[in-house]
């Protein structure tokens, strides 16, 4: 499979670089590994690291189209390096949260924390 | 390729088996250990024969160094940044040391852990995993050939440092485990981790400015003669000026360096990290006090010692000597107040990387890197010895009271819980007072006299105030070494545990007379030429063979100068002979305070003391100022929660309330009124209407009714067999749908989630189907998201199982 170019690309460079699609294969992989982690996982913490994974798929396709579609910047970088930062602020934030709920709560299984459901002031509809 | 070529191997193998380790072999000990210690074996044997090649290779006047690059390495934008090792006097240097002292010390651990015994440690195969990156982590700094390689070995160090010194995390003291506080070793792992941030945030902006100035972070670019001058030139400007003449740029980074450096070197302002570190194993402390965390920082300051140079006037030398040499007798008069063994020997790493910071202020190049190996070798000696003597202690204690061993049965840390243990253990015994000894630069046969001896040289020409500052550490030294030696060997047995301490195994104590005689011999490679009698009797090898930084004009070995080699000889054996004086002469008796606790009562001073005990307070004050900040910044932005947005959402509640009153009110009053008024018109003319009715329009309406009636029968049988149907079906089919959906909110997140990305899922399906349609679509994304599809479908039959 010939590697994207775009016309105009310095097609040396991309010489015996592996494909985009690996690449962006390697991403999918990524993002899926992390959703089922995030839905499967019943801990906490575990559905926070299958997050972490989801991001960094993001942040591999990031680096990824900068690197075959415009190296003569270095956006991608820089914005890889954003996302970054956010990924670390959020999982500070998330951790934080889980322990927050443990000592409140008591467990960081995900299926124990149901506060969302509705509130038991208005009983279910069709069960009055 | 060349035998060289091997350095890049060295960091390998510790990674590669901290890897298997960690994710593999972990549950079998066994191998674990012998993973770990394979890993270290090559990567010392690797490291011997590049030092063996470099030792060997031709020399031009001591100054050679050998780069081997991968070119393109990083690219950013426009520019790219290359990677490689480096290997130079000092890296060879290093590479002898290093990896020698890590080998010893994870063969040492092997017994030190209980190896196939009941009492084995629970996280065995953990302490050799990040032994090993650790080893891995500080021979890339040492072999890597620009900063910014060394910047992220030196990240990677602080979690190591961390992984290690929090390894026995699940066991806090019985009155942490009420308050429900996390044990000590956490904490001293957070405060490393934190102490080790802070460093790494002054590094980061020095390689900033560095980048900035020179746009490169390769040695051989920025310690090239042109780039250093030209740095010492460019005034920085943004801080004010000393004295008139303003800072270069080479100042500036020098002094973001040195305060990365002192982090992790536990220097004075941030030296509180370092006696905190002690509920790990000693090993542990062994590889963090002497070849890996703690000597970091003082080999960055040697590695950039070119940009220390750089420039005349030189404000960052005597901020660098000044800051070593107190740290230096600082940390060496807290280790006298000790009486935790670990504690003291933590002050004593402090004290003597002081003295290695404080030569490289004062120009002691050669010097500073000398007295770095020779204290790893005499620390590694002590620290192993004494996690011999505590293991001992540990063991008969539990005999004694025939309990379980654990450390809370009594302290065997404790230097006043011991003593007589020289008749009980004494290889232990030799081998600490020999690491003692050359600790202390015990004159002529000691490898830290001649290091020692040769920094204070250095301080004599350089200033009388660091010189005399410097000396006075020293006697500290022999004191506390001396009391050490005391309190533990000597005299009767204090208690039961000591009584019935016996040797240690072979395989622990083999490593350690290993050391021993590193400890004493290495001073032979560096006898000063122009010392009376022994001097050239060997040659001054480490001068020669180091000679001089990068950049800087070589300098021949030194000039014999009498005065300080007597005054440093009189105060280190000053030292020695007041620590005899007071422990040795009369050996302390059970229940005993300490001597000099007891004169510093007499003399009302045991505030000093308590002060020195506690490290001066620099924790306490570190406490107060980031960890109250922090609490007063937190309920600064309670009480901003509390009085102003909660208050200005309860005001707007009101001001929601007034509104509706006033229209309540206007309902009342107005609208009802209107309506009435309406109302009572609308009747008037009903009434005329109805007056207008009987007399004119009833009579065809008569007529009509009847038809009407009929007709509107026929029309409400329809409207209650049809219309009424249609309704009441449409009613029932919304609830039967609502009860469907309604199990949807069941409040796990999860399945909210799951529901999303379902719909993301068709959006995507969707999108993908009209590209197709369109033939404009990529197969391979296609079969990406076909994986994405499938990957999904199972998360969800999974996820069902679940629930």
Redesign the interface.
């Known amino acids: 499979m010939e590697p994207l170019l775009l016309p105009g690309e310095r097609s040396s460079t991309l010489q015996g670089m592996v494909p985009l699609e690996w690449v962006l294969l390697l991403a999918a992989a990524l993002f899926c590994i992390g959703l089922y982690g995030v839905l499967s996982r019943r801990n906490g913490i575990a559905a926070l690291m299958g997050i972490e994974l989801m991001l960094s798929a993001v942040g591999i396709n990031l680096v990824a189209f900068w690197r075959y579609l415009d190296s003569e910047t270095m956006m991608g970088q820089a914005f890889v390096l954003l996302v970054y930062a956010t990924v670390i602020a959020q999982t500070a934030l998330g951790l934080a949260l889980i322990v927050a709920v443990h000592r409140t709560r008591g467990t960081i299984v995900l299926e124990d924390l149901d506060l969302l459901k509705e509130s038991p002031r208005f009983p279910p509809y069709g069960e009055d | 390729m060349s035998i060289l070529h091997l350095a890049w191997l060295i960091p390998l193998f510790p990674f590669l088996a901290f890897v298997a380790i960690l994710l593999f072999t972990y549950r079998d000990q066994r191998l674990s250990h012998r993973l770990g210690i394979g890993g270290v074996a090559i990567s010392f044997l690797l490291s011997q024969a590049v030092f063996w090649t470099m030792v060997l290779l031709p020399t031009d006047d001591g100054r050679y160094a050998v780069e081997s690059t991968a070119p393109h390495w990083l690219?950013?934008?426009?520019e790219h940044f290359t990677t490689g090792v480096y290997i130079d006097p000092i890296t060879a240097v290093m590479l002898f040391t290093v990896p020698l002292i890590s080998l010893l010390t994870v063969i040492y651990s092997v017994r030190y852990m209980d190896f196939s015994t009941s009492e084995v440690d629970s996280h065995y195969s953990h302490f050799f995993a990040y032994s090993s990156l650790l080893t891995a982590t500080m021979m890339g700094i040492v072999l890597s050939n620009n900063l910014l390689i060394l910047f992220i070995f030196w990240g990677l160090m602080d979690l190591c440092s961390y992984l290690l010194i929090q390894l026995r995390y699940e066991n806090p003291s019985p009155t942490q485990k009420e308050s429900g506080a996390p044990s000590s070793s956490v904490q001293a792992g957070l405060k490393t981790a934190l102490t080790g941030q802070a460093g790494n945030l002054f590094f980061l902006l020095g390689l900033v400015l560095l980048y900035t100035s020179v746009q490169s972070l390769a040695y051989r670019d920025i310690f090239s003669p042109e780039t250093l001058e030209q740095l010492a030139r460019t005034p920085f400007v943004g801080i004010p000026s000393l004295a008139g003449s303003p800072w270069s740029i080479a100042a500036v980074i020098a002094l973001l360096f040195l305060a990365a450096a002192v982090s992790k070197s536990a220097q004075f302002p941030f030296y509180s990290w370092l006696p905190e570190v002690i509920e790990c194993p000693i090993p542990a402390l062994a590889l963090l006090h002497t070849t890996t965390t703690a000597s970091a920082g003082a080999f960055l300051l040697i590695r950039t010692y070119p940009l220390l140079t750089a420039g005349t006037g030189d404000p960052q030398m005597t901020v660098v000597a000044a800051l070593g040499a107190f740290s230096a007798i600082l940390s060496s008069i807290a280790a006298i107040a000790q009486d935790d063994i670990r504690r003291a020997l933590a002050f004593s790493t402090v004290s003597q990387l002081g003295y290695v910071i404080a030569a490289l202020g004062m120009g002691a190049y050669v010097a500073g890197l000398f007295h770095l190996m020779t204290h790893a070798f005499s620390k590694a000696t002590l620290l192993l010895s004494t996690g011999c003597v505590t293991k001992i202690v540990r063991r008969s204690a539990s005999l004694n009271t025939g309990t379980a061993p654990t450390r809370k049965v009594s302290n065997p840390n404790r230097m006043t819980h011991m003593g007589g243990l020289a008749k009980r253990m004494p290889r232990t015994f030799w081998t600490f007072t020999i690491g003692s000894l050359a600790l202390s630069g015990f004159p002529l046969i000691t490898a830290g006299f001649w290091s020692g001896n040769e920094i204070l040289r250095r301080a004599y020409e350089h200033s009388s105030v660091i010189f005399w500052t410097l000396a006075v550490a020293g006697s500290a030294t022999g004191f506390y070494a001396m009391r050490q030696i005391c309190a533990i060997f000597l005299g009767q047995p204090r208690t039961q545990a000591a009584e019935l301490a016996s040797e240690s195994t072979p395989l622990m104590t083999t490593p350690l007379l290993i050391l021993t005689v590193f400890a004493v011999g290495l001073g032979w490679a560096a006898i000063p030429e122009h010392f009376p009698v022994i001097g050239g009797v060997t040659p001054d090898w480490l001068h020669h063979f180091v000679g001089s930084p990068i950049g800087a004009a070589h300098t021949g070995p030194p000039d014999f100068t009498w005065q300080p080699q007597v005054l440093g000889l009189a105060f280190g054996l000053g030292g020695l002979l007041l620590g005899w004086l007071t422990y040795g002469w009369k050996p302390m008796q059970t229940g005993e305070a300490d001597r000099i606790e007891a004169g510093m009562r007499k003399v009302h001073l045991s505030w000093l003391y308590n002060a020195a005990r506690e490290g001066f307070y620099l924790s306490e004050v570190y406490h107060v100022a980031c960890a109250r900040g922090l609490f007063l910044l937190a309920n600064l932005g309670n009480a901003f929660d509390h009085h102003i947005v909660d208050n200005s959402v309860k005001h707007a509640t009101r001001l929601g309330q007034a509104t509706s009153r006033a229209c309540e009110w206007l309902d009342d009053h107005v609208v009802d009124a209107l309506a009435n008024l309406t109302g009572s018109v609308t009747r008037q003319l009903s009434e005329v209407g109805a007056l207008l009715d009987q007399r004119v329009v009833n009579r065809p309406v008569n007529l009509a009714g009847p038809a009407a009636q009929a007709a509107s029968e026929v029309s409400n049988s329809i409207d209650l067999r049809i219309l009424d149907g249609a309704i009441n079906g449409v009613g029932v089919l919304v609830?039967a749908g609502?009860?469907r959906l309604?199990r949807l909110?069941?409040?796990?997140?999860?399945h909210?989630?799951?529901w999303a990305?379902v719909a993301a899922l068709a959006l995507l399906l969707a999108f993908i189907f009209i590209l197709f349609l369109q033939d404009y679509v990529?197969q391979?994304?296609l079969i990406?998201?076909t994986?994405?599809i499938a990957?999904?479908i199972?998360?969800?039959f999974?996820?069902r199982k679940?629930?």
Do not use: D, E, T
């Open positions: 690219h950013v934008g426009q609830k609502s009860l309604h909110q069941n409040g796990r997140i999860q909210y989630l799951l990305s990529h391979i994304s990406v998201w994986l994405v990957l999904l199972i998360s969800i999974r996820f679940l629930s």
